[in-house]
């Protein structure tokens, strides 16, 4: 792959395979066994994906070919038509390899669920020759908006646009002034040929996710890739009235949304406490020689690790049962809902990211030579951790605030 600083689209190099609709849909445990089949080539590719600061084409490639991108298309569109729990073990596992590749993944599988709640006219544009959608982008309200007709202009950059190195879609935010109306923030997904990548993705952690700025100058976008973001986040967008045999298009934004974040952590911290045990398991102490597996204070660590990474596991199960459950859409509709929902994926990127800490502390300095991958496990969760769409402040402030009988002052909500 041609590095990043080119600031070049390369879909032509990569070659992605197209899969025309008709294609049978595959079950749950043939993409999952796909997925644990491609993790051992993620992760020797992990320190590569770090210096190009983007997923490697041939790993894109492989998830492409294994039909893990199009776990949430709708089955008339050739998808697998799964649901968010598939999603979320298979991007565990990714995760567990290299957390920037599958961060990435994570949104491209995503963006299927997202192109899936468009009008149908959206919905056929970007699934009419393949049955997944590579999409990059975010819904914050930074773009300069003009109603036109037959749609909107739009022009503006945003920040943090993961997966635009191989998107095929961008969305952006921003909001919209109909005359004598209030306000309306709306989304709106632009095609990668009309978008410009500026290359600003120079950090510590997560740096293979390509996650550069984007910008758009004097765009038109039709109305049918635009959506309010309120029904997007009330879960009533066209998509939901669409597929109204398939709860998932139903489900409020905020509570789906958060599934493609969770496994990121939760995976990458299993990866990061197999490989603790692994060390702790191999380590002696440099001046008498005694195994370090011998001293209570790194069994005792050991086990505070393994259970809370375990603890991890089966909260983040929890999270998406929840969402699979018959009335989901219905029941995570009010805002007290979302809020607890939210304030629910907080905490379990919370333990994550704490368990991994306790990780660091004791596997000692060695964890953070280059050539460990535990000090990239360590950087990945630790800038993932201060996104500010996983802030742990706003969660627990909005989830208050309604205990008090007050309306939180949360956008995305």
């Not at 649901?83 to 590749?101: E, F, G």
């Not at 100058?217 to 066209?238: C, E, N």
Request: aromatic residues 6%; negative net charge; contains cysteine.
């Amino acid at each position: 792959m041609l590095p990043v600083s080119t600031i070049s689209h390369i879909e032509a190099d990569i070659a992605l395979a197209e899969q025309p609709h008709g294609k049978q849909p595959l079950d749950a445990e043939t993409l999952v066994a796909r997925a644990r089949e491609i993790a051992p080539r993620l992760a020797e590719r992990a320190q590569a994906t770090e210096l190009n600061r983007a997923p490697l084409d041939e790993s894109i490639r492989e998830l492409v070919d294994a039909g893990l991108m199009a776990i949430l298309t709708p089955t008339r569109f050739g998808g697998h038509g799964l649901h968010l729990d598939t999603m979320a073990r298979v991007v565990s596992i990714l995760a567990a390899a290299c957390p920037s590749t599958a961060w990435v993944a994570s949104f491209y599988i995503g963006q299927a669920w997202r192109a899936a709640l468009l009008p149908m006219e959206g919905q056929e544009e970007l699934f009419r020759s393949r049955n997944y959608a590579l999409g990059a982008g975010q819904a914050a309200p930074v773009a300069k908006v003009e109603i036109v007709p037959g749609g909107y202009r739009i022009t503006g950059r945003t920040a943090w646009s993961s997966g635009i190195v191989h998107a095929d879609w961008v969305i952006f935010g921003g909001l919209v002034y109909p005359p004598g109306g209030p306000p309306e923030a709306r989304t709106f997904t632009i095609p990668r040929d009309q978008v410009e990548m500026i290359d600003t993705w120079h950090v510590t952690g997560m740096k293979g996710t390509g996650s550069h700025d984007v910008a758009v100058h004097d765009v038109f976008v039709p109305a049918h890739r635009s959506l309010s973001l309120a029904d997007l986040l009330a879960g009533v967008a066209p998509g939901a009235a669409i597929h109204a045999d398939q709860p998932l298009y139903a489900l409020p934004l905020m509570p789906a949304l958060f599934v493609e974040p969770l496994p990121v952590f939760v995976g990458a911290l299993r990866g990061a406490t197999d490989i603790f045990l692994s060390q702790v398991r191999a380590r002696h102490n440099t001046n008498t020689g005694e195994a370090v597996s011998a001293k209570s204070s790194a069994r005792m660590r050991l086990g505070r690790v393994l259970a809370q990474t375990r603890l991890a596991e089966q909260m983040l199960d929890a999270y998406v049962a929840d969402l699979l459950t018959p009335g989901a859409p219905d029941r995570l509709r009010p805002l007290e809902a979302r809020a607890a929902a939210k304030m629910n994926a907080v905490l379990i990127i919370e333990l994550a990211a704490d368990t991994m800490r306790l990780i660091m502390q004791g596997v000692g300095a060695n964890g953070y030579r280059e050539a460990n991958p535990l000090q990239r496990y360590a950087r990945d969760l630790e800038i993932l951790r201060l996104h500010a769409f996983l802030d742990s402040d706003t969660a627990s402030e909005s989830l208050g605030t309604l205990a008090f009988g007050a309306t939180p002052n949360d956008p995305l909500l």
